[in-house]
Every structure is written in structure tokens, then in C-alpha cells.
């Protein structure tokens, strides 16, 4: 059973970073694509950032310059670094991975940026 759990949101200032986490088990996490998304209230989720097997990243142009995303398989886990964080990142954080077709999520993790 693939399990993702989401951790490092929080209340931040506008310019604040953080680092989120995503926990993954329940699959051999080196040899997954692994993504990031995020739900504001009243809005679509919408894709953040991505990487893959070995390492390549993608981002959404939101996310270009201030976000990073990293990954650590001997951890099964991966990392979005934000930084200079702006009030319309405030959103609900969640990791997302897709194992023999079938796509999983974890619960997510508040991000709320806020003077």
C-alpha cells in the first residue's frame, strides 16, 4: 500500500521560507516520478513542481527562481524548498506519485503566508 505523508507547512511572512517533506512508502520510491501540488480555497489544484528518476526537475512558472524541489531515496523522501514566499502561495500542499496507474496523495500540509 503506497502511503505519502506531508510535513514542514506552516505560518510563514511574506519573504519567509520553508521546506516541506513528503515521506513515501509502499513503493520503490527511486524509480517513481515524484510531484508536488498545491489547493488554494475556492481554487483548482494546480501543479508546482516535479522530478524524476534521475533527478530532472520541472516547475510551474509560479514556482521558477524561488522553489526547489529535491529528493533523498535513500530517505524515500522529497523536499520543496520555497523561498521568498508571497501571500498567494497560502495554499494546502500535497505530494503525489502514480504506481501502476493507479495515483496516490497524501493528506497534504498547510502553507499560510501572512504578515
Known amino acids: 500500500q503506497v502511503q505519502l505523508v506531508e510535513s514542514g507547512g506552516g505560518l510563514v511572512q511574506p519573504g519567509g521560507s520553508l521546506r516541506l517533506s513528503c515521506a513515501a512508502s509502499?513503493?520503490?520510491?527511486?524509480?517513481?516520478?515524484m510531484t508536488w501540488y498545491r489547493q488554494a480555497p475556492g481554487k483548482e489544484r494546480e501543479f508546482v513542481a516535479g522530478?524524476?528518476?534521475?533527478?530532472?526537475?520541472n516547475y510551474a512558472d509560479s514556482a521558477k527562481g524561488r522553489f526547489t524541489i529535491s529528493r533523498d531515496n535513500a530517505k524515500n523522501t522529497v523536499y520543496l524548498q520555497m523561498n521568498s514566499l508571497k501571500p498567494e502561495d497560502t495554499a494546502k500542499y500535497y505530494c503525489?506519485?502514480?504506481?501502476?496507474?493507479?495515483?496516490?496523495w497524501g493528506q497534504g500540509t498547510q502553507v499560510t503566508v501572512s504578515s
Open positions: 503525489r506519485v502514480i504506481e501502476r496507474e493507479q495515483v496516490y
Open positions: 509502499g513503493l520503490t520510491f527511486s524509480q517513481y516520478h
Open positions: 522530478i524524476g528518476e534521475s533527478g530532472g526537475t
